[in-house]
């Protein structure tokens, strides 16, 4: 069997789909409840429609209304780029389209969250069946992670559906481009992905360039052909920044402001709601609200930064400590965002369990001194570093752990095929 031809499902596979699918089908029928077509329309949900995904929605809403993208907080405060543009003028379309039609808007986000579900745990799955991967007890947990993210992936104000759905695509495409020829016009198509995937989010977009520069096998003068559509996708909207904003932007402004909120007005550097109640996404009379007034976004940004970057240097033990705060939030165990909600106490231990897992299912690969993992594996694991990096270094809270959930399945799946192979009696039932 060639490694591309894809194994024929086993039992436990078929189980596994199933019990993916069943956890899919709850969350979708729940979401109808929330803001799909079973949901009650007030006035207060019209409210909450309008700025539906937080800045991205009140940037959409500002471009719906002829102001350009500008907007993101609860007073307006101008061009921005807080916020990467891909997400936004998306859900700018949406809203265009709909009018008034709160119900549509809902609607429409509601059935992205479920695509985006099915879309991304097909992928994982597909990429497990592929390498001969056991998908039982990976699928499992990939129907555990859906449960315990239900505020995330479907009941939230936010855009994480968006975000493993990007993440999941690009290490299948990573993987898709691994091993097919590297002509020119592939790494071109290659280059506009990872352009757009750093315009929805950056994060995901640096660690998808290098991982593809890493495992595409490149020579030296083919990586022009990557890397120069990535710029020309990127050039737009950095034009856009220097001339409306006044400077140059590396695809969104706020990455100063988080370093400041995690080191300075956080206690442990892990944002809580605390923290978030003086955000001027949130208040409109904080003294960052005011500052951005007075000032303009990108001044205000880089006061922050410099005020951050003081601090660590005055304080380097301080960030190192949050650092490791932050890491071990981002690959052990989280810290709630909101400790007396039930919903985030739920998040916290079933997202808990996987990254326990996974980091469980990583250092048994890697410590097996007789194990040959999978390319796969190393594809999901530099990932998920690279992805998590600056969650590490700069600012972190819980949501934003979804962006490397596709690797932590993809290791632990690799973690059961070495324990499938080192006890091959005693687990054989895990094989797919």
């Known amino acids: 069997m060639q490694e591309n031809d894809p194994p024929k499902a086993g039992a436990g596979d078929r189980v596994g789909t199933a019990l993916v699918r069943l956890a899919i089908a709850i969350l979708f029928f729940l979401g109808a409840f929330s803001h799909g077509p079973l949901a009650s329309y007030s006035s207060q949900a019209d409210l909450k429609g309008r700025a539906f995904l937080g800045a991205h929605g009140r940037i959409a ?70 390498y001969q991967l056991p998908t039982l007890i990976p699928s499992v947990f990939t129907a555990w992670a859906l449960i315990a993210n ?48 750093l315009l929805t989010h950056p994060s995901v977009g640096i660690a998808a360039t290098v991982v593809f ?26 034009v856009y920044c220097r001339l409306r904003m006044g400077g140059w932007v590396p695809v969104k402004s706020n990455a100063g402001f988080e370093l400041w909120q995690s080191q300075v007005l956080d206690d442990d550097g892990l944002l809580d709601m605390n923290t978030m109640r003086l955000h001027p996404m949130t208040s409109r009379h904080s003294t960052s609200t005011q500052l951005i007034l007075e000032n303009g976004e990108l001044n205000f940004v880089r006061a922050r930064r410099s005020e951050a970057i003081d601090h660590i240097v005055n304080n380097p033990g301080d960030y190192v400590s949050r650092c490791v705060t932050r ?106």
């Open 327 to 432: 890491l071990i939030a981002c690959h052990v165990w989280p810290k709630p965002f909101d400790e007396i909600s039930v919903w985030n106490a739920w998040q916290t231990w079933g997202g808990g369990m996987i990254r326990i897992c996974s980091l469980i299912s990583c250092l048994a690969v890697l410590l097996h001194l007789n194990y040959v993992p999978t390319r796969l594996f190393w594809i999901g694991l530099t990932m998920c570093l690279l992805t998590s990096a600056p969650y590490m270094l700069i600012s972190h809270m819980d949501r934003y752990t979804v962006a490397w959930l596709p690797s932590q399945l993809i290791i632990i799946s690799e973690g059961v095929r070495c324990m499938v192979q080192s006890f091959p009696k005693q687990w054989q039932m895990l094989q797919a």
């Open 61 to 130: 809403k500002a471009i719906v209304n002829g102001d350009g993208y500008s907007d993101p907080f609860v007073v307006r405060t101008g061009p921005t780029a807080w916020m990467p543009p891909v997400t936004t003028y998306v859900l700018a379309v949406v809203m265009k389209i709909a009018g008034e039609n709160t119900a549509f808007i809902y609607c429409a986000i509601w059935l992205g969250q479920g695509a985006a579900a099915i879309l991304w745990t097909t992928l994982v799955i597909s990429l497990l069946r592929k």
């Open 150 to 197: 239900a505020t995330l992936l479907f009941l939230n104000t936010h855009d994480p559906f968006m975000t493993v759905a990007l993440s999941s695509l690009t290490i299948w495409y990573i993987d898709r481009a691994a091993t097919g020829p590297s002509t020119a016009l592939s790494l071109m198509v290659s280059g506009f992905f990872v352009g757009i995937a």
């Open 213 to 238: 520069l890493l495992f595409a096998n490149l020579k030296h003068r083919q990586v022009g052909y990557f890397l120069i559509p990535i710029l020309l996708v990127l050039l737009p909207w950095l």
